[in-house]
């Protein structure tokens, strides 16, 4: 329908900033940096020679605040950093505890944490579809991916008590067990998203003005990924198949199976192709969980005061976002010497800058939009 | 003349078309927030008169009372002047629309032709709000709506040209009438009826093809700055237009008041929301497209079909 | 033999090998600060992505620990390189120009720590406020007394 294949960029032979440049300063309140994010744009008309991220602006200096707690009283802020896949920062901290500590862990436990942590990834996944096609103007889809996630949060609600930032985790197993009505719950979820992701592919992904919107706009190519550090579906798009998930496998994910989506083209496109069939894989996942869902106890013994010994560990797990590493380093006592938080979104971002370069700035906001960046675990 | 009868006359219209515009403002964004919440799971307003209608004029009482903020480095004339801008000519295009052979504010010879260039102005008062408010967005708002302009206004006169040649006159009335002794122009001009339904789209501003106000992201574009009752002025300007192109639409393309049953004006008003409730499903079912794309399927696409369209409407007629 | 032990070769350098399953670790080497660059060098064409770059302050041993962390796309071989410094004024070489994802992590480190990374394009702070004159994750730190530094 419309004429032009690749998407339009500005020649950058001349790019030197001066003085009389439309400088934009896009955020820190925006609505299409979906938080506070503020980007610094040196433009020539719509064209984007420039674009410098400036972070901090929900800094909360969360490794500071982890060596001045317990172990145990970090748990709770790993909710507070990535809020759309709060179990997922659950896992890797439990996990991490668990390791050092070489604490066991029941497998009704496990099968619990990954089967909420699956929908999580859903839920996440759905919110970043329906914030995406905002960012490209679409108002509609946002509501009806709201209304899927919403039966999804209701369902988590019932389990860990709260519908965002989960602390549902424990060392040694999960807070509370699952009943009849939970997975009664989640298999009627399976089934809805069964007949719901097709009509998502229908009304969106085949819609003519959302294929030239995203197709060739954002291209990571496969040599810029490594550089920068680049995981989860941004990497998948260039396709590289990395997923924590299979490449260090932790939990009972060895044993579940399901395929890594990955897409070739690099763009925007493939990062979103990239999400919607993860979702379907993720269904896959609950399935089977739903079906070898084994007896037995949620939580084996661990000690009341939990002092790892001394030496350091480290610990990924993939998030929606990417691969969340975090490494500590335990002097023997109640508190943490030093906790670092490798955050996928993070080094995501990073790489926006070279891709904004000669954009236009609406497409500059769909290949944000396409980074599914969410800005409290880039500040941290 | 001016006699007594003409004076009753004028009031009576401007009455008469305030009316329209006010009733209309008020249906119109009721109508589009039910069409839009039955499209997304919702229910859209409910609480505030019978099945939500008098929610609007609760929100139009809102803006009203309001406070106007004027940036400090607004220029205040401008600032003011461009939403006036905006609303006055769509008022005045009104005043040649016939609702039905007998209900019509005032007849024009050129009636079609007085609203193409009222029509323009919009885009002026646009411009004015962009430039006036010292805004970044506003102004980058207000450019899209007049690159914009260009890529569309030529296509829309070209498909309104082949309607000139059937019809053989600018009165509106008389193109509905010219319709009567035939049949609705819609089936003699479909690619010019398309276009035109495209074209309007864009012409007020409507997603999939809002640049100008591109929220996303430009924030709200050229209105940014604008609170209060003169943010809701922009508001009018663009649901009065779309009751003028629409209306413009049914009377060219659909016959206008003609039809079966019905007395005229009730088809006009079938025919004119049957067009608003098209401009809505657009808007909550498309993704926006990029300013350049927009620009060139204006020039590559629209003009080149509008223009053989029209050169082919002129061959037949002239063998005819 | 293990991505890691491929593209170290040439530097005649054998990684301490850790246990994966305790900590989480494949490879860990400890480094003088000039080896750094050639040795990423080797880890970029050879393919390893940059997890992340930070440090370790131990005020007992008065050592600042430079951490660089990588990891392989193909097969999972997490690398620690660790670069040991007074931790008075440590000094660590940028490898910015190599992974251009470092310089992210090195602006963050830089004002979390007071490192100076030599070499480094970009020296502004990131997270911190612009007007902070203290390095939050020094053990040495002392809460700065409560003050508004006015309203932006």
Redesign the interface.
């Known amino acids: 329908m419309f004429e032009s294949q690749t998407a339009p960029t500005y020649h950058l032979e001349t790019v030197e900033e001066q003085e009389n440049d439309f400088i934009l300063n896009l955020g820190p309140q925006h609505p299409g940096t979906h938080g506070v994010l503020r980007v610094i744009l040196h433009m020539d008309g719509e064209y984007i020679l420039t674009a410098d991220p400036v972070l901090g602006y929900g800094h909360r200096m969360q490794e500071k605040i982890a060596e001045n707690m317990t172990w145990s009283q970090v748990l709770p802020y790993m909710a507070r950093m990535d809020y759309l896949s709060a179990l997922s920062y659950n896992q890797a901290w439990v996990c991490l505890v668990e390791k050092m500590c070489e604490y066991e862990v029941p497998r009704r436990a496990e099968y619990i944490r990954v089967l909420t942590t699956e929908l999580n990834r859903i839920s996440s996944h759905l919110l970043w579809f329906g914030a995406f096609l905002l960012d490209l103007g679409a108002f509609t889809p946002f509501l009806h991916a709201f209304e899927d996630r919403e039966t999804l949060l209701d369902l988590l609600e019932s389990l860990t008590g709260s519908r965002l930032t989960y602390c549902f985790f424990r060392f040694g197993g999960v807070g509370a067990d699952v009943d009849a009505a939970f997975l009664r719950g989640a298999q009627d979820f399976v089934k809805q998203m069964h007949t719901k992701l097709p009509r998502y592919h229908e009304l969106v992904t085949g819609n003519v003005i959302f294929r030239e919107r995203t197709r060739d706009v954002g291209v990571i190519l496969p040599f810029d990924t490594w550089g920068y550090g680049l995981s989860g579906p941004v990497l998948r798009g260039s396709g590289e198949q990395y997923d924590v998930r299979t490449s260090e496998p932790y939990s009972i994910y060895p044993e579940l199976d399901f395929n890594v989506p990955v897409e070739q083209s690099g763009d925007c496109l493939a990062r979103y192709l990239v999400r919607l069939n993860e979702i379907d894989e993720s269904l896959k996942i609950i399935e089977q969980t739903l079906a070898n869902m084994p007896e037995g106890p949620i939580k084996s013994k661990v000690p009341k005061i939990i002092k790892p010994p001394e030496g350091e560990a480290s610990m990924a797990v993939e998030t929606p976002r990417g691969e969340l590493m975090i490494y500590a380093v335990s002097d023997g006592g109640k508190v943490p010497y030093r906790v670092k938080y490798r955050v996928p979104s993070f080094a995501n971002l990073s790489i926006f800058s070279k891709m904004a370069r000669g954009q236009l700035l609406a497409d500059a906001l769909a290949i944000l939009g396409s980074l599914d960046l969410v800005i409290p675990e880039i500040d941290r | 003349m001016i006699t007594e009868i003409s004076i009753m006359r004028t009031l009576l219209s401007i009455l008469g078309i305030t009316l329209v515009v006010g009733v209309n403002a008020i249906f119109v964004v009721w109508f589009e927030r039910k069409v839009?919440g039955h499209?997304?799971?919702?229910l859209g307003p409910t609480e505030v008169g019978p099945a939500g209608l008098l929610q609007t004029v609760a929100d139009g009482l809102k803006l009203v009372s309001k406070q106007i903020i004027f940036p400090q480095s607004a220029d205040k004339p401008i600032f003011i002047l461009a939403p006036i801008i905006c609303l006055v000519p769509v008022f005045i295009a009104l005043l040649p629309v016939p609702f039905s052979a007998t209900w019509q504010a005032h007849e024009l010879d050129m009636g079609l032709l007085l609203v193409i260039a009222l029509g323009l102005l919009n885009t002026l008062g646009i411009l004015l709000a962009g430039w006036g408010c010292d805004n970044?967005?506003a102004l980058?708002g207000a450019?899209?709506a007049v690159a914009q302009i260009l890529a569309y206004k030529i296509p829309l006169l070209l498909c309104i040209l082949p309607i000139i040649l059937l019809a053989g006159t600018f009165s509106l009335r008389e193109i509905v009438l010219v319709q009567e002794q035939s049949t609705w122009f819609a089936l003699y001009q479909p690619v010019g009826f398309l276009i035109y339904l495209i074209a309007i789209t864009l012409e007020t501003n409507r997603?999939?093809f809002?640049f100008a106000e591109?929220?996303?992201?430009l924030?709200a574009g050229f209105h940014t700055e604008y609170s209060g009752m003169m943010f809701s002025l922009f508001f009018l300007a663009e649901y009065t237009y779309m009751l003028v192109a629409s209306a413009i639409a049914s009377i060219l393309f659909l016959g206008g008041w003609l039809g079966p049953f019905f007395p005229g004006p009730v088809w006009m008003l079938i025919k004119i929301y049957f067009f608003l409730f098209l401009m809505m499903w657009f808007r909550?079912?498309?993704?926006?497209?990029?300013?350049?794309?927009m620009l060139?399927?204006g020039w590559?696409?629209l003009l080149p079909i509008s223009l053989l369209n029209f050169l082919i409407t002129a061959g037949v007629m002239a063998a005819l | 033999m293990s991505l890691i032990e491929t593209a170290l070769n040439k530097h005649s350098l054998s990684p301490e090998p850790l246990e994966y399953s305790a900590t989480g670790l494949h490879a860990k080497i400890v480094i003088k600060g000039d080896q750094l660059k050639p040795i990423c060098r080797s880890l970029y064409s050879a393919g390893f992505f940059l997890e992340t770059v930070t440090a370790v302050d131990n005020l007992s041993t008065e050592i600042m620990q430079g951490l660089w962390f990588f990891n392989h796309y193909k097969e999972s071989s997490r690398l620690m390189i660790v670069i040991e410094a007074s931790r008075k004024n440590p000094v660590f070489p940028s490898i910015g120009v190599l992974y251009p994802g470092a310089i992210w992590h090195e602006r963050e480190a830089a004002e979390f720590f007071g490192i100076t990374y030599e070499g480094s394009k970009d020296q502004r702070g990131l997270l911190l406020p612009e007007d902070v004159n203290f390095h939050p994750l020094r053990k040495d730190f002392k809460r700065p007394e409560h003050q508004i530094t006015g309203i932006h």
Not at chain 2, 39 to 42: C, I, K, N, S
Not at chain 2, 214 to 217: C, H, K, L, R, V
Not at chain 2, 284 to 293: A, E, L, Y
């Open positions: 839009a499209m997304q799971y919702r970044k967005y980058l450019s899209r997603s999939p809002d591109a929220e996303s992201e924030v909550w079912t498309f993704p926006r497209v990029r300013v350049d794309q060139s399927f590559k696409i």
